[in-house]
T-cell receptor
């Protein structure tokens, strides 16, 4: 089983609709979580960190469910520019884990007119 | 503006040649990383460095080498021993003040070996 798993998609979303997808992680000691956005043939860019209480940034909402070991990302009022691959990143966050950032393979979102 | 600069953006080499990818950051970050990304796959860690003059192997270090002589610089050499070097290479850095701080990426180098 992979340490971080994502549904690869694609999630085809009409413009203006809401889309949500999850990322599951296997290590219960994981301490910090992030969502990155990656456009085709570009570098990943930090979208948002995910906090225990959940957090929102404009149209984007991230949630953490420690009991079930997953994080989620919800995009409201989807724009064409939201089309990208969304990467989940999990960090063990312990003193010996500087190299232990685990990446999911990404969820592709395609917003259609 | 602070950031991470990778060069070149595209690199073409013949099989059997070593090649060095540059990564420079002016974010004053202690930790630096090299990742490799292949189509449809997640990022895989090649090497990382927490401090100058020290670095550790990641999950796929075979066929690669690094150095960390300066805080700002973390070059990656892809040697002829790397069996399948064609890939998208990403350099990243991280603030050392918190284990939970996010990664910041450079814009990547796309290496093609023929």
């Amino acid at each position: 089983r992979k340490e971080v798993e994502q549904d690869p998609g694609p999630f085809n979303v009409p413009e203006g609709a809401t889309v949500a997808f999850n990322c599951t992680y296997s290590n219960s000691a994981s301490q910090s979580f992030f969502w990155y956005r990656q456009d085709c043939r570009k570098e990943p860019k930090l979208l948002m960190s995910v906090y225990s209480s959940g957090n929102e940034d404009g149209r984007f909402t991230a949630q953490l469910n420690r009991a079930s070991q997953y994080i989620s990302l919800l995009i409201r009022d989807s724009k064409l520019s939201d089309s990208a691959t969304y990467l989940c990143v999990v960090n063990l966050g312990t003193t010996d884990s500087w190299g232990k950032l685990q990446f999911g393979a990404g969820t592709q979102v395609v917003v259609t007119p | 503006d602070g950031g991470i600069t990778q060069s070149p953006k595209y690199l073409f080499r013949k099989e059997g040649q070593n090649v060095t990818l540059s990564c420079e950051q002016n974010l004053n970050h202690d930790a630096m990383y090299w990742y490799r990304q292949d189509p449809g796959q997640g990022l895989r860690l090649i090497y990382y460095s927490q401090i100058v003059n020290d670095f550790q192997k990641g999950d796929i270090a075979e066929g690669y080498s690094v150095s960390r002589e300066k805080k700002e610089s973390f070059p990656l050499t892809v040697t002829s021993a790397q069996k399948n070097p064609t890939a998208f290479y990403l350099c990243a850095s991280k603030d050392g003040s918190s284990y939970n701080s996010p990664l910041h990426f450079g814009n990547g180098t796309r290496l093609t070996v023929t």
